[in-house]
């Protein structure tokens, strides 16, 4: 398995339409089979009248299907804190980060869009 119980995972969920709500989750995998992992932390939605992602405040637990075209993940560090991942802006960048160990570029190709 590429992805092991315990590893800390961002997750960005492809839209398939411009209209779509954006919406990422970070959490902790708790199970792995070949099918999907299974995992628990937190969703963040674009809220658009504020133009920040917004993260949703009970923790919820996934089911994500590994074989998709429809996710993005991105393995964390060990260490990474899952209550602590927030999304700030700097210098017209977005990035995740729990202030510490994790730090994800969101807009990889320039300023915020």
Do not use: C, W
């Amino acid at each position: 398995m590429l992805v092991d119980i315990g590893e800390k995972v961002h997750i960005v969920e492809r839209r398939s339409f411009q209209s779509d709500v954006r919406r990422h989750f970070f959490g902790r995998v708790d199970r792995v089979d070949s099918a999907a992992i299974r995992v628990t932390g937190y969703v963040f939605v674009f809220d658009s009248s504020s133009s920040k992602f917004v993260r949703i405040d009970a923790p919820r637990t996934r089911l994500i299907p590994l074989a998709t075209a429809g996710y993005v993940i991105n393995v964390a560090a060990a260490e990474t804190d899952v209550e602590d991942v927030r999304y700030v802006e700097s210098d017209g960048r977005l990035k995740a980060t729990d202030g510490g160990a994790f730090n994800l570029d969101i807009n990889e190709f320039g300023v915020l869009r």
